[in-house]
């Protein structure tokens, strides 16, 4: 059956590989499964059509014949789960990769997108200048944590994982703040993460529809 994801028209980033289905695109590539792209504009997107496969109007969706899911955690899990090398096969190890799936998306994102909203959203706000350094305080906190416990290893965990995958596609929405570069250990762990030929054919795939060029994977 194929699969099939929807997509950013044109994405907000320009193609810089922060829009989320990137990180479906990336899940795809490191299992090796071929996958074909719906692309969806902003006003599609909050249509029936779409709504019936993302109640909340957002991207990606992801369709396998009678399968249809949201949301990027649930969707990187069901393709980790399904397909080798995402995954590591011991039990122990198995639920760790897990649990950092879901620490990378409840404890060290929602910071981050609150960093998005504070400058983006929030930006003209009277109080915003006040709420800003506490909102990058919180981050330093996450990041000094997250940090102390990778160390000097490659990845969370032994071998790179899903849990990886997700840590990685979240810690790159702080590039443009320049937080990142402040963690040296993380700034490395991030770019090895780029530098895996998965996520570079994941981001070139992104990157040419916001070029005009057709989608593949």
Same mark, same amino acid.
Do not use: C
């Given at each position: 059956?194929?699969?099939?994801?929807?997509?950013?028209? @044109?994405?907000?980033?320009?193609?810089?590989?922060?829009?989320?289905d990137?990180r479906? @695109?990336?899940?795809l590539?490191?299992?090796?499964?071929?996958?074909?792209?719906?692309?969806?504009?902003?006003r599609?997107?909050? %249509?029936?059509? /779409?709504?019936?496969? /993302?109640?909340?109007? &957002?991207?990606?969706?992801y369709?396998?014949? %009678?399968?249809?899911?949201?949301?990027?955690?649930?969707i990187?899990?069901h393709?980790?789960?399904? /397909?080798p090398g995402?995954?590591?096969?011991?039990?122990?190890?198995?639920? @760790?990769?897990?649990?950092?799936?879901?620490?990378?998306?409840?404890?060290?994102e929602?910071?981050?997108?609150e960093?998005?909203?504070?400058k983006?959203?929030?930006g003209?706000?009277?109080?915003?200048?006040?709420?800003?350094?506490?909102?990058?305080? @919180?981050?330093r906190?996450?990041?000094? &944590?997250?940090?102390?416990r990778?160390?000097?290893?490659?990845?969370?965990?032994?071998?790179?994982?899903?849990?990886?995958?997700?840590?990685?596609?979240?810690l790159?929405?702080?590039?443009?703040?320049?937080?990142?570069?402040?963690?040296?250990?993380?700034a490395?762990?991030?770019?090895?993460?780029?530098?895996?030929?998965?996520?570079?054919?994941?981001?070139d795939?992104?990157?040419?529809?916001n070029?005009?060029?057709?989608?593949?994977?």
């Amino acid at each position: 059956m194929t699969i099939t994801i929807t997509a950013f028209e @044109r994405s907000p980033d320009g193609g810089k590989g922060l829009a989320r289905d990137t990180r479906v @695109r990336w899940a795809l590539e490191e299992a090796g499964q071929p996958y074909e792209v719906r692309l969806v504009s902003f006003r599609a997107m909050k %249509e029936p059509e /779409h709504l019936a496969l /993302h109640p909340f109007g &957002q991207i990606p969706t992801y369709e396998e014949g %009678e399968l249809a899911l949201f949301e990027t955690g649930s969707i990187v899990f069901h393709i980790a789960e399904r /397909h080798p090398g995402l995954l590591p096969d011991e039990a122990n190890a198995r639920a @760790r990769a897990i649990t950092w799936m879901f620490a990378a998306l409840n404890t060290v994102e929602p910071p981050i997108l609150e960093l998005v909203t504070a400058k983006v959203l929030e930006g003209d706000k009277p109080w915003a200048k006040e709420r800003l350094p506490l909102v990058v305080e @919180r981050i330093r906190n996450r990041l000094n &944590q997250l940090s102390a416990r990778l160390g000097d290893a490659d990845w969370l965990d032994g071998a790179f994982s899903a849990g990886d995958l997700m840590m990685v596609s979240v810690l790159l929405r702080l590039r443009p703040s320049g937080i990142l570069n402040e963690y040296p250990s993380l700034a490395a762990y991030v770019a090895r993460g780029e530098a895996r030929p998965a996520y570079k054919r994941a981001f070139d795939a992104q990157l040419a529809v916001n070029a005009g060029k057709p989608s593949t994977g």
